[in-house]
């Protein structure tokens, strides 16, 4: 009989490694449309030929290397559940510590939010989420990620967030009537090896020149003519990246310049306040 402990000890036979049997029951979770606390206390519970087929479907994907997020279509951020596909970054945890800290700023209870890069909407979702009162704008340069960030905007009824397909500020018109740009931006060196994971994730979200600093230079020296006088810009940014971003920022004319440490302990992303 196919019982989620056979069927789960079947795969885990593929997963010769052993390093994916946390992602194999959130598969099967998947397939049964049951949470992971029930498959614990449900092992006698009969899969039938249908989900099995699909499982084990998804299993071989996985094991190819195509993250979980992409196979079921989501991904948790801040709480939220979003969708996530092939055109879209898969959020990471890392990431909310820029929301954290834009929650932390002293900004006026009606602040204006650029998110610059917004892939899911993540940023800027789980902004509006907290602060229903502020105005978030979130752009990308990709129509299909817009669409996706759309969406899930749609199903949390956050309708204080809109949408722009702008490459950076592009689109935008120049005035100083943001509170907060927040970023994202591609940051990794587009010569450098990377884990077999990424290689399935949007390579324009991912890869940047200049050892992965062009976009990050180019959003912190253009984000003078969009920013408030008191306004503040927070990035993120590679582990070993920190000081060239400190130092473009300092150049650029920001002060109160800082950098956070993400839950690895490893510098993560940086920001600072604007001056007139």
Known sequence: MNTIEVVLDRAKELNRKGDLNRDLEVLLCHC?????????????????DF????????????????????????????????????????????????????????????SRVLDLGTGSGAIALAL?????DWEVLAV???GSALSVAKENAMKLQL??????????????????????????????????RIPNDLYFEPATALYSS?????DLTKVIFESKDYLKSSGFLILEHGFDQGRDVRKTLETAGYFGIET?????????????????
């Open 140 to 142: 990308d340069c990709c």
């Open 210 to 214: 200049n050892s992965g600093l062009s």
């Open 51 to 110: 989900q099995v087929e699909k499982f084990f479907d998804l299993v071989l994907k996985r094991i190819r290397g195509i993250p979980v997020a992409y196979l079921i279509g989501r991904r948790e951020f801040w709480s939220l559940e979003l969708e996530v596909n092939e055109s879209t970054l898969i959020p990471r945890p890392e990431t909310e510590l820029l929301v954290q800290w834009a929650l932390d700023l002293n900004l006026p209870e009606n």
């Open 32 to 48: 049964i449309n049951k949470s992971r606390a029930w498959l614990y206390s449900h092992s006698e519970y009969i899969v039938t």
């Open 128 to 132: 509006a989420f907290e602060r229903p």
């Open 260 to 276: 956070k440490i993400d839950l690895a302990g490893l510098e993560r992303a940086t920001g600072g306040r604007n001056v007139e």
């Open 159 to 192: 309708d204080s967030v809109s949408f722009l397909e702008s490459n950076w500020y592009e689109s935008l018109t120049k005035t100083t009537y943001w509170d907060l740009v927040i970023s994202n931006p591609p940051y990794v060196d587009n010569k450098a």
